[in-house]
Structure formats: C-alpha cells, structure tokens
C-alpha cells in the first residue's frame, strides 16, 4: 500500500470520526414532524440542536467524573428521547426544572402558585400546504379562508412570558380539559415540558405513552435544545423532481433563531 493511499485514507478515517463527534457531542439537525409547536416551529422545519451541555455529553461529563453540566433554562426549546420507551424523538418547551410545581387553570400556566402572564396578540396565518393542512375541527377556534394566492389557515395567537420575562407565542384553539391540570411537582430527575399549540400537543400534562404523550421527562434523555432553523420546506419538494425545490422553500424562515 502506497504512502499517499494510507495518508488519504487515514485523512478520511479522521473526518469521520469528527464528523461522528460533533454530531454526538456538539450539534445535530432535526426535522419537525408535527404541528405540536405551532406557532414557533413547522412542520418539515430542520433545527440546529445544540448537544454540548446535554446528552450525550452530559453523560460523558460525569464519566470522566467532571461536574454535570447546567440545565437547559425555563422557555428553551428542548429535543429528547419520548418517555417511556425512548424510541422517539420528539421537540417541546420546557416550561418546569426538577422541584418546580406546575399547574394549568383555564389555559393558563400556573408556575410555583402564580399565573404567567399571556396576553393576546395577532392572530397566526399559515398558508395551507402538503405538509400543512387546515383542520377547522367542531369545537376550535381554526379558521379555514382563502386568498389569491390559495387557501389560509388562521389561528388565534398569544403570548406567554415567564416570571424571568422570557416571552414566547402560543396557539390556544380550544376550550377543553386539556386547558385544567391540578399542581404536580416536577421530580429532581425530570422536567415538565409543553407545546405551543396547546390544544394539539401531547406533552407533560398527560401519562406517557409510546407514540402519544411523554408524562414528566426524565433529564437523561434530553438530547439538546433548538437553537436556530436551518431549513424549511412546505411539503412540495421532491427529491426526485429538484425542480420542485425552489417553490417549496420557506426562504424567510432559513436562519430564524430560536
């Protein structure tokens, strides 16, 4: 074997192993499958996710006996593995830390026995793509018009801003028991998690269930928190036809931060 094919295949045997690294201990993308995070994320948005800290390197912080790292913060945009069995990946906000009592009343956020503020703002128009459908169900608050440009779906919007000031927006579509939830304490191994779009997110406010709601979330299978969309699409993009591409990008959306 010649010296320059040992250099170049040591030289491809050191990227991969840097490539592994980064994407196990330092950064990874995502794909949003759901409109669980509505207004804040869509679906078939790719999210940079932030490992360092969380993870993986979490884990291996404490095996070479360092302090564990900090905690994401109250607001942080989290991705883990779904309680109970961990098999799926699923992308919510953390709204409680280990020792927090968490309690909703009415749609509102009651956080260690007081109320966050959330007040109305703009309604939330989307328009109405493949992966992004309209479901103006019985019961909600989802409107379904239509423009020249083609069909919108319009829902109404609030903010919510923690007793930090942190501020996000949220959807609250419908008034159902999903809006009542009596006060839990988050255990010291686990965090309380939401979705924006409260009315269709199975999150912390229900038992765990593979392929539905997560219960509380243990800090072990938080992977990383979001920190910035690399890419968008609406769901017409084939990678079959690269022509359908252009269309299909959500160009104002690419490099919004999180």
Known sequence: MSRRLVVELLT??????????????????????????????????????????????RRLSAFVGRNEPELPARGDIVVFRAPPAGRQTYVKRLIGLPGDRVALRGGIVILNGKPIARWR???????????????????????????????????????????????????????????????????????????????????????????????????????GRARIVLFSTDGRWRWTAPSTGRAALRRERIGKPL
């Open 121 to 223: 703002i703009a309604d939330f128009v989307e328009r109405v793509t493949p992966n992004s459908p309209c479901r103006p169900d019985p019961g909600t608050r989802v409107k379904l018009e239509s423009d020249d440009g083609g069909s919108l779906c319009r829902y109404p919007r609030f903010r919510e801003m923690l007793p930090d000031g942190r501020a996000y927006p949220i959807l609250d579509i419908a008034d159902d028991d999903a809006d009542d939830m009596p006060e839990r304490t988050v255990p010291a191994d686990r965090v309380f998690v939401l979705g924006d779009n409260r009315d269709r997110s199975a999150d912390s406010r229900f038992p765990a269930k593979d392929g539905g709601a997560v219960g509380m979330v243990p800090i072990k299978n938080l992977i």
């Open 12 to 57: 491809l045997a050191a990227a991969a192993l840097a490539a592994f690294l980064i994407r196990s201990f330092v950064a990874a993308p995502y794909s949003i499958p759901s409109e669980s995070m509505l207004p804040t994320l869509m679906v078939d948005d790719t999210l940079l996710v932030e490992k360092w800290r969380l993870g993986p390197a």
